[in-house]
């Protein structure tokens, strides 16, 4: 089969709880559920785990953990929330990735994701740095094993970036296709330009970066990933996977890679029965032998980068104005009172599907002016603690960042023998109570 179909799910919640109680408030939004991430986990997480594919009869026949079939990442801080409030999800994550690496010749399915979800190319090199290995560090301590790839957030990146992923070991990421800048063939001379998002995403792409290290890079299509985010693919899983399947006629391949990216919440809570969508698509696709189920690492080993790729820095996938949204009033906005602008008809403002608003309509709704203001206050305060904390710390511990980078430690398991260690590790001297 030279024909192969990888799908990526980005799983990610951020952390709810309330830092003075750790806990998870009640969130009336989430009703009739406690809060929005026990909301999800019913729609979404918890179905993926054991998705049912039905005949055309509508009786049951498989029941199946849609995470071992595809490529998925999930953050941190969720992961930290299942382990504590689900840990049959938890576990059922856990065990997809081990039944991957039987799956896809030793590669696991899960990947890894920076800690928080940090807009990478907002940040500073230590902060980088530190997101990274915090996020490798957590992921080997749940997995077992060490991570092939690695999510950045909204896809936001800068060379800086890409040079600390390779730097810490990382193979491969994801990007959207409009990431891309040009492309050549390795080791030749002349440029194509792909920067309208013209590039060829049936292939990993190898990134040279300035710092002299390298990553492949994997450009998922935009147009698929996009109608299963927005349309109503996941209506039909033999809709899902003809239009899958499709992409190799449209565009005249007989092999290659289709690989689609999406947020994972689309299969089941954006879009009610998705993971039953997608765990029919992949069984048709497999049991009809329409192409190979594959997960990036895999094909990666099989299909080692013919073309060299340079990047558009500080793009998004979710901001057509690169990562403007999170530091200008770039048009990108979030609905306000909405009802006032259709009264017959609220739910029909693009904004609230996840599409980008025109400055426009966002001045019917909501501007984002407040934006540029608390970036620049967030980036001082930032800079002010830098100092602060470099000074202070010094008379603790030996090197104040590189305990901050062993701090994750700490954060997954604060038992007294541990934090005890993380001590005798950096302390310059002895701490009393």
Not at 92 to 99: C, F, G, I, P, Y
Not at 273 to 285: E, K, N, P, R, S
Not at 375 to 397: G, H, K, N, Q, T
Request: a negative charge; one cysteine or more; proline letters at 5%.
């Amino acid at each position: 089969m030279s024909r192969f179909v990888c799908i990526h799910g980005h799983f990610y919640q951020p952390p709810r709880e309330n830092p003075w109680l750790e806990e998870v408030e009640i969130e009336d939004s989430a009703y009739p559920y406690h809060d929005w991430n026990e909301r999800i986990t019913a729609e979404c997480y918890a179905p993926n785990a054991a998705s049912r594919i039905f005949d055309k009869d509508k009786k049951i026949i498989d029941i199946v953990n849609n995470y071992t079939k595809i490529s998925f990442n999930f953050g941190p801080t969720l992961l930290t929330w299942l382990e504590q409030n689900n840990k049959e999800v938890y576990q059922a994550v856990l065990e997809a990735d081990k039944e991957s690496i039987k799956r896809f010749s030793g590669h696991g399915s899960a990947i890894a994701q920076v800690y928080n979800h940090l807009i990478m190319p907002l940040a500073n090199s230590r902060d980088k740095r530190t997101q990274v290995v915090w996020g490798i560090k957590d992921f080997i301590s749940r997995f077992g094993r060490e991570p092939e790839g690695m999510w950045l957030p909204e896809t936001a990146v800068d060379n800086e970036a890409l040079s600390i992923l390779a730097e810490q070991k990382i193979r491969f990421t994801i990007l959207s296709s409009k990431q891309a800048k040009r492309i050549r063939l390795v080791n030749d001379a002349e440029w194509t330009d792909v920067s309208r998002g013209s590039i060829d995403t049936s292939e990993p792409y190898l990134c040279r970066l300035p710092s002299g290290m390298s990553i492949a890079i994997f450009f998922y299509d935009e147009g698929i990933s996009q109608e299963i985010a927005f349309s109503n693919l996941l209506e039909n899983g033999e809709v899902f996977a003809n239009r899958m399947i499709r992409y190799f006629s449209q565009f005249q391949k007989q092999s290659g890679l289709l690989n689609i990216a999406s947020d994972g919440e689309t299969y089941g809570h954006h879009h009610r029965f998705g993971d039953m969508a997608l765990a029919y698509a992949l069984y048709l696709i497999e049991s009809k032998d329409l192409a190979r189920i594959t997960i990036y690492g895999e094909y990666l080993d099989n299909n080692p980068p013919t073309h060299q790729v340079e990047i558009l820095e500080n793009t998004s996938w979710s901001c057509p104005h690169g990562i403007e949204r999170w530091r200008e009033d770039c048009g990108c906005c979030t609905p306000g009172t909405i009802i006032q602008m259709n009264p017959t008809n609220p739910f029909s403002h693009p904004g609230l599907k996840g599409e980008p608003i025109s400055v426009k309509s966002c001045s019917l709704v909501s501007r984002q002016k407040w934006r540029s203001p608390l970036r620049e206050a967030m980036d001082w305060l930032r800079e002010i603690l830098i100092s602060l904390y470099d000074d202070r710390m010094r008379s603790f511990v030996t090197d104040p960042w590189l305990a901050r980078d062993d701090y994750i430690d700490v954060i997954m398991d604060r038992s007294p023998h541990n934090i005890e260690s993380f001590f005798s590790k950096h302390a310059s001297r002895t701490l009393l109570a």
